[in-house]
């Protein structure tokens, strides 16, 4: 008699091979997810970063910006916000740019009121926004909060005159500040 035996693997061993894949696939993949959230959060804090830096430069280099920007954070609204610790302060918002994905926006520095003017025009010069070549898309959206981030403001705090970046929607005033120090 002749050995028949076929090469090849069992249905039970197959089927431990496919459950220890989906108990290793449903171990990763959350933690993947919360991967993929931190480096969109860290993606934005850097875009925050450069616009904060490119905002220094106006104000270092350009005198008619500087002007410009000094006088907006005078005469803005404030609008109350908390520092880390909890204490209050009050921000004025001097310009913001659109964050939003999508391809029919327009990305030049607006001004946040109707002194910003100049600044806004030397900001957008200095990060060449000319022709709308460049856009700074907010990655990160926060699980607990209700609408989607579409907005950059850059911020002067009333109180000492710092800038900030914060994030918001269209509609609304800064929501999440994101440089420095994120609250995001």
Known sequence: MKNTKTKGFTLIELIVVIAIIGV??????PSMIGYIRKAKRTSDINSGKNIFNSAMAVL???????????????????????????DPYSIIVIATLSGATSNNTQYN??????????????????????????????????????????????????????????????????????????FY
């Open 60 to 86: 270092t280099e350009d005198g008619d910006g500087q002007k410009s920007f000094f006088k907006a954070k005078e005469n803005g609204d404030p609008i109350s916000k908390n520092d880390s610790n909890g």
């Open 24 to 29: 290793l696939a449903a171990i990763l993949v």
């Open 109 to 182: 520095w607006t001004s946040g009121n109707m002194y910003a003017n100049d600044f806004c025009d030397c900001l957008n010069n200095e990060m060449d926004f000319s022709g709308n070549k460049i856009k700074i898309d907010i990655k990160y959206q926060p699980k607990d909060f209700n609408g989607e981030l579409t907005r950059w403001f850059l911020c002067a705090r009333q109180d000492t005159g710092e800038m900030e970046v914060w994030t918001g929607t269209d509609l609304s005033e800064p929501n999440f500040r994101v440089y420095p120090d994120s």
